[in-house]
């Protein structure tokens, strides 16, 4: 396997046992600030395809499109399609041999089907996320992939930073530790030591954090008067397949560029 190292064995073995590692200061100033306008472009008037608040029935969520704050987005959808630019950084060289080492493939690809968006966590109308694992939806041959959150702004747990549940994404779940809708019972006793070790994780604009698709994880609502901005994006081995005609395979994966390229 040829595999430029630009994550240390430390942090490789810290992803592998934590289940997320977090890059301080990966993205440049301009970088954020250049996505950041597409994103606030995007907003203003809002082009879609979004998914709304109202649509996910989230504590805090407006009830239905038609109440007050109905209209608020959630997310941007398609944020590699979006822009040449954000496909650009998404695919580049270095997040690509990254991803290699974590996830010990010598192929990767962006999948443009989960996540995929801007994170658009606004004041007033924003919903609180409880704690779940984002495989929870997905359809691969196996359970592996890997997000990348790159924060476009602060993220504080004033304005609905993620906790994370450390180890969270090596262990296995019985059915009555999640609720209908797949999400852990804090309250469950099995459960009570893993939420106890919940870690908060404030990000600076421009630190990139990378989290197993296993891995519990939630967010508060947004309690300040500025918007929180955030790429999120997910890839996978190339030999990890989505099951074909769901919504996994909906569109073609992507795949990194070379250092050529
Ligand atoms: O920011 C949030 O409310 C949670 C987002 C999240 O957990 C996700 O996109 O998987």
Redesign the pocket.
């Known amino acids: 396997m040829s595999v430029k190292s630009l994550l240390s064995a430390e942090q490789v073995e810290e992803f592998q046992r934590v289940g997320f590692l977090v890059l301080r200061g990966f993205a440049s100033e301009e970088e954020v600030q250049a996505i950041r306008g597409v994103a606030e472009d995007a907003m203003h008037p809002l082009v879609g395809p979004v998914e709304y608040e109202a649509d996910v029935h989230y504590p805090g969520a407006p009830e239905s499109r038609e109440d007050e704050g109905g209209n608020t987005s959630r997310r941007l959808l398609h944020a590699v399609a979006r822009s040449r630019l954000i496909r650009s950084w998404a695919t580049q060289p270095r997040i690509g041999q990254m991803l290699k080492q974590l996830m010990g493939s010598d192929d990767v690809r962006l999948c443009q089907n989960h996540?995929n968006c801007i994170?658009t966590?606004q004041p007033t109308y924003s919903?609180?996320?409880h704690w779940?694992q984002?495989v929870r939806y997905w359809s691969f041959a196996r359970p592996e992939l890997i997000s990348f959150w790159l924060a476009l702004g602060q993220e504080t747990p004033e304005n609905?930073s993620?906790s994370l549940l450390p180890g969270s994404h090596a262990r296995r779940y019985k059915p009555e530790h999640l609720d209908e809708h797949k999400f852990l019972k804090p309250e469950h006793p099995d459960n009570q030591p893993l939420v106890e070790q919940a870690v908060t994780v404030s990000l600076e604009p421009g630190d990139l954090l990378f989290f197993d698709c296993r891995t519990f994880?939630s967010?508060g609502s947004n309690q300040t008067n500025e918007t929180k901005l955030s790429l999120?994006l997910t890839a996978h081995a190339a030999d990890n397949l989505p099951t074909p005609g769901t919504r996994s395979s909906y569109l073609p994966a992507l795949r990194f560029r070379s250092e050529e390229g």
């Open positions: 996540h994170m966590k919903s609180a996320t779940h984002d609905g993620l994880h967010a999120v």
